[in-house]
C-alpha cells in the first residue's frame, strides 16, 4: 500500500535568473514541476511511499520528466504514457525591485488536460492511506474536473483518506468559477489546505486569521484545516483547537513550489501520527523549497529531522 498518492498534471519550467529577460535568453535552466509532483516528490524523499497518476507524452520531454520523479523514488506505475500529444510548460523570469517575476503558461491542450478517469489505474491511486487532489487540475478542462470529482467519490466510497488544495490559479479560471466548482469538493475531506488570500478570494472569508480559519472549517466541515500565510507562516485547526507555527527563517533564491513542500510537511507529519509536528515540518520544507532552485525540493530526512528538532517554539496554540 501506498503511504500518499496523487493525481496531476507535471510540467516543464523554464526560466532565466534575476537581470535576464526572457524575451533575450540565450538559453534558459529546465526543471519538472507541477503542484502535485512536487508534494509527491517531497514526500518521497521523506522515505513515504508515494505514487503519482499522470498523463505524459511518451517523448523525450515526458522522459526527463519521469527520470526526475522516479530520482525521488515517486512509483510511476499509474502513469498514462501518451503516443501523441504535448507536455505543458511555462516560463519564468526572475527578478528584483521594482520589477515583480513574471510567469508564462503554455499548457493548454495538453496530455494532461485529456486525462480522463477510464484511463486511470483505480488499483494504484485508490491503494493507499490517502489520495491528495488540487484545485489545479480541476481547472485544466472538463475532462479533468469530471476525473476529481470521480476521484473524491471513489475515494470516500473506499473509505481512503482525502487531502484537498484548493491551489486558486487566476490564469486558469476566474475566482467566481473556481468557488462554485470547488466548495462541494472540499466538503468532509480528511485534510484541507487553503491560502488565506484564497479564502478571501473565493469564499468571501473576512476578518483575523483565526476567524477566517474557523470560516473554512465551517465552509468545508474537514477533519483539519491548513490555512497558510505566506512570511507569517502556517495556521491550522486541528479538529479541536487552532494551532500556528511561525515561518521558519531562509533566504529566498527560488519561491515557486514553496507551498507545495509545506502541505507535504503537513502531510508527512499527519502520515505518522502528529499533525502538530507537521506543521513545523512543513514550514521547515517551505523555507528549504525557497532556498533551493527548482519547483521539487531536495531534502533528506535527517536534514529536516534536524531542522526541525531546531525550531525553538512553544505550542503555537491560538487561545
Not at 519550467?13 to 535552466?29: H, I, K, N, T
Not at 511511499?49 to 526527463?64: F, I, K, M, Q
Not at 486558469?172 to 478570494?201: M, N, S, Y
Request: aromatic share 6%; charged share 20%; hydrophobic share 45%.
Amino acid at each position: 500500500m501506498f503511504d500518499f498518492t496523487t493525481v496531476g498534471e507535471i510540467m516543464l519550467r523554464f526560466s532565466v535568473p534575476a537581470g535576464e529577460r526572457l524575451e533575450a535568453a540565450g538559453q534558459m535552466d529546465v526543471y519538472p514541476a507541477g503542484a502535485e509532483g512536487n508534494v509527491a516528490t517531497a514526500l518521497a524523499r521523506l522515505g513515504r511511499h508515494c505514487g503519482l497518476v499522470a498523463g505524459l507524452p511518451d517523448n523525450p520531454l515526458g522522459r526527463l520528466a519521469a527520470g526526475h520523479l522516479r530520482g525521488a523514488g515517486v512509483d510511476l506505475s499509474g502513469v498514462v504514457w501518451s503516443p501523441t500529444g504535448r507536455m505543458g510548460t511555462y516560463f519564468v523570469e526572475f527578478a528584483h525591485p521594482p520589477r515583480s517575476i513574471q510567469v508564462v503558461y503554455d499548457r493548454a491542450d495538453s496530455v494532461a488536460a485529456h486525462l480522463s478517469a477510464d484511463q486511470i489505474n483505480w488499483d494504484v491511486l485508490l491503494n493507499s492511506r490517502v489520495v491528495h487532489l488540487t484545485g489545479i487540475t480541476a481547472a485544466l478542462s472538463e475532462s479533468c474536473l469530471k476525473l476529481v470529482q470521480t476521484i473524491v467519490e471513489r475515494a470516500r466510497r473506499a473509505g481512503v483518506a482525502l487531502s484537498f488544495d484548493v491551489n486558486y490559479r487566476s490564469k486558469l479560471w476566474t475566482a467566481e468559477a473556481a468557488a462554485t466548482v470547488l466548495r462541494p469538493l472540499i466538503q468532509e475531506v480528511d485534510i484541507l489546505f487553503c491560502k488565506q488570500g484564497d479564502a478571501e478570494k473565493l469564499f468571501g472569508c473576512t476578518g483575523e486569521a483565526a476567524v477566517i480559519i474557523q470560516q473554512l472549517v465551517d465552509l468545508s466541515r474537514a477533519q483539519r484545516v491548513v490555512m497558510t500565510r505566506g512570511d507569517q507562516g502556517v495556521m491550522a485547526w486541528d479538529g479541536g483547537q487552532i494551532l500556528s507555527e511561525a515561518a521558519a527563517p531562509t533566504v529566498m533564491v527560488d519561491r515557486l513550489g514553496a507551498g507545495d513542500a509545506l502541505a507535504a510537511g503537513v502531510l508527512h507529519g499527519w502520515l505518522g501520527g502528529d499533525f502538530r509536528r507537521g506543521l513545523r515540518y512543513g514550514v521547515v520544507l517551505a523555507a528549504l523549497a525557497l532556498s533551493q532552485y527548482g519547483d521539487m525540493l531536495i531534502t533528506t530526512t535527517a536534514e529536516v529531522e534536524s531542522l526541525v528538532n531546531n525550531l525553538h517554539r512553544g505550542e503555537g496554540i491560538v487561545r
